[in-house]
């Protein structure tokens, strides 16, 4: 085995790791146009194109409406080695964000005719998906939200605002969550599939990121949505539910490119380390440096350990609420730590933005804080514990 290469684990098979090598051969492949999107805060279209080509953009999906049928673990190791492949932070933040926020609750809570009117766009990545709970002043406390769904005798008319949501600036399909009723919390919440055109609906100012720049968000204005009843996502009052489903599975997977990208910055420190030299020798003869070397290797295998156990128990039906939150907590800081350690290798040179060693410190920060904060989660691993 290669220094650095994935260790072979018991939930993990011989086909599912080919998989994974096939997945990182096509992610070097893209063009590395990261700094400059970074720069811009553009979105990548063209490398989005070529994912989706390739069988990215709907792994989860049911296979009848073009997605790729994947498992759990297997899906994980495409997004760890497009996360490794791939320079473009933002670019897999986005297609993270489509998958979990658009397909994967559409392919469990949508009707017949929801899913065939928009699951094959979405899995083809003709289709870009978001969606819209996340208020100005309900974040953390996302089930405190304000905007509101009023039956009429058409449907239901939409009023609210809701603020850092990605993808809003390419979606063409956005799950918006309103409340329906007086529930408490998640009660009374339900879900609308918002084409990007319908009336009222208004995609506001984009907002300007430290990091994963090259992944648009924005803000939602609803200002009066007029929606039939057939534009609801599951049945009223399921909102919480579909969101609920929707962060479990993101929080799961979205670690996987984490692990990726450390392993990245890994490779890169090493072959740093050998060939920069100061005092007459590599600075990988020296301790301080090789040590962090070295505690990159055991956030990387530690990291994998914790997504993939993940992805083992949910394929088998567990809830892995908890496991989820553990492995979230850990790779996110983890990876903080990794991006920070690799400035310092890289000195003066890991602080300028040419090498691009300093986006993967800014574009790691962010999460620590998306699909729940490090706070939330240790909140739901006390709650777990029964504390």
Known sequence: MSRGAPAPIEWVTAEQEAYLRHVLEFARSLPDAARE?????????????????????????????????????TTMLALEALGEGCSDGGLVFSLN??????????????????????????????TVGCHAITEPDAGSDVFSLTSTGRRTEDGYVLSGTKMFITNAPIADLIIVFVRTTDGIGPYGLSAFLLERDTPGLTIGREIDKMGLRSSPMAEVVLDGCLVPQEAMLGTPGQGGKIFEHSMRWERACIMASQVGVMRRTMQVCIAYARERRQFGHAI????????????????????????????????????????????????????????????????????????????????????????????????????????
Request: proline share 2%.
């Open 284 to 387: 990988a003869k020296y301790e301080s440096i090789a040590d962090k070397i070295a505690d990159m290797r055991i956030a990387v295998d530690a990291s994998r350990g914790l997504v993939l156990r993940v992805g083992w128990l949910m394929d088998r039906g567990h809830d892995a609420m908890v496991e989820a939150a553990i492995a979230k907590v850990f790779v996110s800081e983890a990876a903080v730590q990794t991006q920070l350690d690799a400035v310092q290798i890289h000195g003066g040179y890991g602080y300028m933005t040419e090498l691009g060693v300093e986006r993967g410190l800014r574009d790691a920060v962010a999460g620590t804080i998306y699909s729940g904060t490090s706070e939330m989660q240790r909140r739901i691993i006390a709650r777990g514990l029964g504390l």
């Open 97 to 126: 964000a489509h998958l979990w926020t658009s397909v994967v609750p559409l392919s469990a809570f949508g009707t017949p005719e929801q899913k065939q009117r928009w699951l094959p766009g979405l899995c083809s990545g003709a």
């Open 37 to 73: 999107h970074d720069r811009l805060g553009s979105f990548d279209r063209e490398a989005w194109e070529r994912c989706a080509a390739f069988g990215l953009t709907g792994l989860p999906a049911e296979e009848a409406y073009g997605g790729g049928g994947t498992d759990v673990v």
